[in-house]
């Protein structure tokens, strides 16, 4: 929890294709109602050096082995704690982050098999500089509905990113390890059923909002 009251730092994680920016921009356009201060952002990409970072991993222009993408989505989770998640925190603000630590849980750590020889987590609470979501929602989705969602959106124009290009049996490994996150801290992650419509998530995602309100 960040050193202010009125702060609060909720992280919206899940596979490619789960919906989580929309829902994240719903969401807080629900506080802003609820007259929350509210300040979005995500991971990778959300600083200038992030930015460059981002390029480097998703373009596919570079094939970054296994231990160099972990380390650049920490530099990048780094960098993006002390400039912006920490100060917006302290400000006051609540801080909703598309994507965090369990992502490189999910992605680096199981999907890319990177813990089966080493305890990495060490390495995660060094990335984050002591900042840890005080709630986090898991946009749960079946494996094969994200695939037919992100071909969708690709025939729509979107760019597919070198992640969203892994073979269907890596989004299954991701899929499968935040289900073993979440089992890990059901205090902190809220599952959520993706597959429903905008609206029903929406309607998930703020009840479990509304005891925090309390808060302000
Ligand atoms: P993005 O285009 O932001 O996709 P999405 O809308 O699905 O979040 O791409 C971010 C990609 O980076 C996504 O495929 C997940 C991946 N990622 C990791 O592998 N590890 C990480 O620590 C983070 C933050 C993201």
């Known amino acids: 929890m ?18 989580k920016s929309t829902q994240l921009e719903r969401t807080a356009s629900w506080l802003r109602d609820q007259g929350v201060s509210v300040f979005e952002t995500r991971q990778p990409g959300s600083t200038k050096l992030g930015q460059e970072l981002r390029y480097l991993l998703l373009s596919g222009d570079y094939t970054p082995v296994p231990e160099a993408e972990l380390l650049m989505f920490l530099a990048d989770r780094a960098q993006h704690v002390r400039d912006v998640i920490q100060p917006a925190l302290n400000a006051g603000k609540w801080v909703l982050c ?18 089966m020889n080493a305890d ?19 946009l749960s ?5 994200a695939a037919i969602r992100m071909r969708k959106r690709e025939e729509e124009g979107e760019e597919a990113t070198r992640l969203d290009k892994e073979s269907l049996e890596f989004h299954q490994r991701v ?7 979440t089992q890990r801290f059901p205090e902190r992650i809220k599952k959520i059923d993706a597959s429903a419509s905008v609206d029903t998530v929406t309607q998930q995602i703020i009840t479990h909002l509304d005891p925090l309100l309390l808060w302000i």
Do not use: N
């Open 2 to 19: 960040s050193d202010q009251k009125t702060s609060c730092f909720i992280t919206f994680e899940g596979g490619d294709g789960a919906g």
């Open 175 to 181: 899929h499968q390890a935040f289900a073993s996150i």
């Open 98 to 115: 598309d994507r965090y630590t369990d992502s490189t849980m999910a992605y680096q750590l199981a999907a890319r098999k990177l813990s």
């Open 120 to 138: 990495l987590e060490p390495m995660l609470r060094f990335a984050e500089i002591g900042c840890q979501p005080d709630l986090t929602f898991w």
């Open 141 to 145: 989705l079946p494996t094969e509905v």
